[in-house]
């Protein structure tokens, strides 16, 4: 007899998924798959309109990241122009781009992971998220929001806007930075980088009693991708490409982001709208793309860096690859990779607030269509995310291709809940805090997965435990 | 010398007002600050009355009438915004709404949209018809500028800028119906237009996202109708006025 069990909606990520568990005659898991069960299309209908517009339009892909395709698609837009765009502009689009990551981070780690983390895996489910923590923790659920916050001001003073922002565009930004702005971030960045350095200390706190979930929750080799720069610094806007393996040799380097094709290949699924994009190399002709996968992200980013090139955040990576043992191949570390990854963030866009010419007004390059195919890569707060548009020579795109973070670690998702239902499923009673833990598997990811679903595909989630034969035995669907 | 013009009394929503007796209904009522909506009337370009949104109701006449193509008569007692006007001109933006591809948020005109303005004037905020979400395509073959047919509600002022004030003639309308679209020369590309002196009048004075500049990024499009009213004034009266005062 086939047993399954159907988690839906997988709930407290951005989107819409299921679980499916099959069970084998003993009762012990045989296969456990995460399928994504929404569709957006973004691929399709940007077909036809102006350039100048994609940064906008694809923004519109998502209200929790929108900065990260705003920032793709107008490194895109750059490349069609074929310019340099102004000093200034880059250092914009990277506060933006930092101000995204803090505001991103936080409402994964406070609003969606803490209430597993502190209430419990266990904890009545009613209370299990963000109102729950404000009852039991409400100082901490406060400097969470107020983090959040801080990270949509910084975008919405740069930008213009927190969701959607209209300022990043093709050739840099809208409007300069005033001296007032600048003052005004650097002194709300104080209690900024105080919830940082205090969220690290919790986090590393209980992470000794999380050592079942370190070893279950998607802890395997996989290769890791993400942006590098020549100074071996965590890099999260420009720069290369570059992919290191879970003993942290280097597999794949100083690939333009141009030539990302070389290395990523895309396979689909028939359950899942969500696209399996693969390590070219390591996967032969009709051979499982899993034999390519790789994890893209936080935990990918801290893997690929040498440091963090901030003190504070290199001093907590430090700690952090003592406690990983080197390169972390737990996906449980995705929350901690998180939290340093606002330090670092706070750390640098001081660093940025600091230089003089913050407030120049030079931050827009103009240019006509020169370049006909071109490829926009930024890192995303779940990671690398890729624009590639073909335009014609009137500046209308023809074709386009999206790589999200999310599908990059589609892979990992689907090995990371087979590994958390073998560890604590056994029979077909499965108690809810263990459907949980499995959710809380995907949630380490961040997955958004209204973001990831464009070449023809849909996430809130679902559980189903199927029988040998086929037979839905449970299925849990919450939402 | 300048000749002095007649004028008669008229009243707008039961307030007396004085008219010039040469003028329209429209051109009276924008002297005496009295808001007509309306989305093809250009002070200056020839009155087409084709956008129905001017409609007004005249006391002891049946039919609704266009303010910008009725002449002002001593005494009329003009409404302007009734119940049925209200939903009239509501109707007439859902339609425009419903039958071409008009997306706000990513727009080069959001925030400097006339349709949009007037959206939000007249109280439209839902569309009760079904969209027809036609397939046009975007041509940018311009060096200058990009027409979306997608945004285009056929309100001519193009078609009549181009040929009224710079005399070129490069835009018109094809065909009919709902299949009716804007046309340069031909039907032939913009970019490949001999007709066209790159003057950017049609772009200027377009009420809507559809006729854009190069390179222009969601919400930076600025028209300049205002321009376009003190040509044609200084053209036909050999007057220089200040911007502000055409409008």
Redesign the interface.
């Given at each position: 007899m086939k047993n399954m069990v159907v988690i839906d909606p997988v709930t407290r990520i951005e989107g819409h998924a299921k679980i499916t568990i099959a069970l084998d005659d003993t009762g012990s898991v045989s296969d456990c798959r995460f399928h994504v069960t929404e569709f957006r299309g973004f691929e399709e209908f940007c077909k036809?309109?102006?350039v100048?517009?994609m940064?906008?339009?694809t923004a519109?892909t998502c209200g929790i990241c929108p900065v990260s395709h705003l920032l793709a698609s107008a490194k895109a837009g750059d490349a069609v122009m074929g310019v340099t765009i102004p000093d200034n502009a880059v250092r914009l689009r990277r506060i933006v781009n930092l101000g995204q990551i803090i505001q991103s981070h936080a409402l994964s780690f406070f609003h969606l992971s803490a209430p597993d983390l502190l209430l419990g895996w266990d904890s009545e489910p009613a209370d299990r998220n963000v109102f729950g923590l404000m009852a039991e923790e409400p100082e901490l659920a406060r400097r969470g929001i107020m983090l959040r916050s801080f990270g949509q001001g910084v975008i919405e003073s740069i930008a213009g806007r927190k969701v959607?922002a209209?300022g990043i565009?093709?050739?840099g930004i809208?409007e300069p930075m005033t001296e007032e702005t600048r003052e005004r971030l650097r002194e709300n960045l104080v209690e900024a980088r105080k919830t940082a350095e205090d969220a690290l200390v919790l986090f590393t706190g209980i992470l000794d009693d999380y050592e079942r979930e370190v070893r279950a929750f998607g802890s395997f080799s996989s290769l890791f991708l993400g942006l590098a720069n020549d100074d071996g610094l965590w890099e999260h806007y420009d720069g290369h490409l570059k992919m290191v393996d879970s003993e942290g040799t280097i597999v794949a380097d100083r690939v333009a982001p141009a030539d990302y094709r070389s290395i990523i290949g895309e396979a689909g699924r028939r359950d899942s709208y969500l696209k399996s994009p693969y390590f070219k190399p390591s996967v032969g002709p009709d051979e499982d793309p899993l034999a390519g996968m790789y994890r893209v992200g936080p935990l990918a980013r801290l893997n690929v860096c040498e440091r963090m090139g901030v003190p504070a955040a290199d001093e907590a990576l430090a700690e952090y690859r003592e406690r990983a043992g080197g390169v972390a191949t737990s996906s449980f570390f995705y929350h901690y990779a998180r939290l340093i990854e606002i330090l670092a963030a706070t750390e640098r866009m001081a660093d940025h607030l600091a230089n003089d010419d913050v407030t120049s007004s030079h931050v827009r390059a103009?240019a006509?269509v020169n370049a006909h195919h071109v490829v926009g890569v930024s890192e995303a707060p779940r990671g690398t995310l890729f624009h590639e548009y073909l335009v014609d020579e009137?500046?209308?795109l023809t074709d386009m291709n999206m790589i999200i973070a999310t599908g990059q670690n589609n892979l990992p998702m689907n090995e990371t809940v087979l590994q958390i239902a073998r560890e604590w499923i056994d029979g077909p009673a499965i108690p809810e805090g263990i459907l949980n833990r499995i959710e809380a598997g995907i949630r380490a990811y961040d997955p958004c997965l209204s973001c990831s679903t464009h070449a023809i595909g849909m996430m809130p989630l679902i559980v189903s435990l199927v029988a040998p034969d086929g037979e839905v035995l449970s299925e849990v669907r919450r939402g | 010398m300048r000749e002095l013009r007649t004028t008669v009394t008229i009243a707008f929503n039961d307030v007396e007002v004085e008219a010039f007796a040469d003028e329209t209904v429209m051109q009276a009522a924008r002297r005496n600050d009295v808001f007509i909506p309306s989305l093809c009337y250009v002070e200056g370009l020839s009155v087409w009355g084709g956008c129905r949104m001017c409609m007004i109701e005249i006391e002891e006449d049946r039919r609704l009438r266009p303010a910008c193509a009725t002449p002002v008569n001593p005494e009329m007692e003009v409404y302007t915004d009734t119940p049925k006007l209200r939903a009239h001109r509501k109707a007439i933006l859902e339609l425009l709404f419903a039958e071409g591809n008009h997306v706000c948020a990513v727009c080069v005109s959001n925030g400097n949209c006339e349709l949009q303005d007037m959206a939000v004037a007249c109280g439209m905020d839902h569309v009760r018809y079904d969209y027809r979400s036609p397939r046009r395509a975007v041509d940018a073959s311009h060096p200058k500028y990009v027409f979306d047919p997608n945004r285009c509600i056929l309100c001519t002022r193009c078609v009549r800028v181009c040929d009224e004030i710079e005399g070129a003639h490069v835009w018109d309308v094809a065909s009919h119906g709902a299949d009716a679209v804007l046309i340069t020369d031909l039907a032939t590309p913009w970019g490949d237009s001999t007709s066209c002196t790159w003057c950017g009048k049609c772009v200027a004075v377009c009420p809507t996202g559809s006729l854009s500049y190069q390179g222009t990024a969601v919400g930076e499009m600025e028209h300049s109708v205002s321009m376009i009213s003190r040509l044609a004034v200084a053209r036909s009266r050999g007057e220089w006025l200040d911007p502000e005062a055409v409008s």
């Amino acid at each position: 007899m086939k047993n399954m069990v159907v988690i839906d909606p997988v709930t407290r990520i951005e989107g819409h998924a299921k679980i499916t568990i099959a069970l084998d005659d003993t009762g012990s898991v045989s296969d456990c798959r995460f399928h994504v069960t929404e569709f957006r299309g973004f691929e399709e209908f940007c077909k036809g309109r102006p350039v100048w517009e994609m940064p906008s339009l694809t923004a519109r892909t998502c209200g929790i990241c929108p900065v990260s395709h705003l920032l793709a698609s107008a490194k895109a837009g750059d490349a069609v122009m074929g310019v340099t765009i102004p000093d200034n502009a880059v250092r914009l689009r990277r506060i933006v781009n930092l101000g995204q990551i803090i505001q991103s981070h936080a409402l994964s780690f406070f609003h969606l992971s803490a209430p597993d983390l502190l209430l419990g895996w266990d904890s009545e489910p009613a209370d299990r998220n963000v109102f729950g923590l404000m009852a039991e923790e409400p100082e901490l659920a406060r400097r969470g929001i107020m983090l959040r916050s801080f990270g949509q001001g910084v975008i919405e003073s740069i930008a213009g806007r927190k969701v959607h922002a209209p300022g990043i565009l093709p050739g840099g930004i809208a409007e300069p930075m005033t001296e007032e702005t600048r003052e005004r971030l650097r002194e709300n960045l104080v209690e900024a980088r105080k919830t940082a350095e205090d969220a690290l200390v919790l986090f590393t706190g209980i992470l000794d009693d999380y050592e079942r979930e370190v070893r279950a929750f998607g802890s395997f080799s996989s290769l890791f991708l993400g942006l590098a720069n020549d100074d071996g610094l965590w890099e999260h806007y420009d720069g290369h490409l570059k992919m290191v393996d879970s003993e942290g040799t280097i597999v794949a380097d100083r690939v333009a982001p141009a030539d990302y094709r070389s290395i990523i290949g895309e396979a689909g699924r028939r359950d899942s709208y969500l696209k399996s994009p693969y390590f070219k190399p390591s996967v032969g002709p009709d051979e499982d793309p899993l034999a390519g996968m790789y994890r893209v992200g936080p935990l990918a980013r801290l893997n690929v860096c040498e440091r963090m090139g901030v003190p504070a955040a290199d001093e907590a990576l430090a700690e952090y690859r003592e406690r990983a043992g080197g390169v972390a191949t737990s996906s449980f570390f995705y929350h901690y990779a998180r939290l340093i990854e606002i330090l670092a963030a706070t750390e640098r866009m001081a660093d940025h607030l600091a230089n003089d010419d913050v407030t120049s007004s030079h931050v827009r390059a103009r240019a006509a269509v020169n370049a006909h195919h071109v490829v926009g890569v930024s890192e995303a707060p779940r990671g690398t995310l890729f624009h590639e548009y073909l335009v014609d020579e009137h500046g209308v795109l023809t074709d386009m291709n999206m790589i999200i973070a999310t599908g990059q670690n589609n892979l990992p998702m689907n090995e990371t809940v087979l590994q958390i239902a073998r560890e604590w499923i056994d029979g077909p009673a499965i108690p809810e805090g263990i459907l949980n833990r499995i959710e809380a598997g995907i949630r380490a990811y961040d997955p958004c997965l209204s973001c990831s679903t464009h070449a023809i595909g849909m996430m809130p989630l679902i559980v189903s435990l199927v029988a040998p034969d086929g037979e839905v035995l449970s299925e849990v669907r919450r939402g | 010398m300048r000749e002095l013009r007649t004028t008669v009394t008229i009243a707008f929503n039961d307030v007396e007002v004085e008219a010039f007796a040469d003028e329209t209904v429209m051109q009276a009522a924008r002297r005496n600050d009295v808001f007509i909506p309306s989305l093809c009337y250009v002070e200056g370009l020839s009155v087409w009355g084709g956008c129905r949104m001017c409609m007004i109701e005249i006391e002891e006449d049946r039919r609704l009438r266009p303010a910008c193509a009725t002449p002002v008569n001593p005494e009329m007692e003009v409404y302007t915004d009734t119940p049925k006007l209200r939903a009239h001109r509501k109707a007439i933006l859902e339609l425009l709404f419903a039958e071409g591809n008009h997306v706000c948020a990513v727009c080069v005109s959001n925030g400097n949209c006339e349709l949009q303005d007037m959206a939000v004037a007249c109280g439209m905020d839902h569309v009760r018809y079904d969209y027809r979400s036609p397939r046009r395509a975007v041509d940018a073959s311009h060096p200058k500028y990009v027409f979306d047919p997608n945004r285009c509600i056929l309100c001519t002022r193009c078609v009549r800028v181009c040929d009224e004030i710079e005399g070129a003639h490069v835009w018109d309308v094809a065909s009919h119906g709902a299949d009716a679209v804007l046309i340069t020369d031909l039907a032939t590309p913009w970019g490949d237009s001999t007709s066209c002196t790159w003057c950017g009048k049609c772009v200027a004075v377009c009420p809507t996202g559809s006729l854009s500049y190069q390179g222009t990024a969601v919400g930076e499009m600025e028209h300049s109708v205002s321009m376009i009213s003190r040509l044609a004034v200084a053209r036909s009266r050999g007057e220089w006025l200040d911007p502000e005062a055409v409008s």
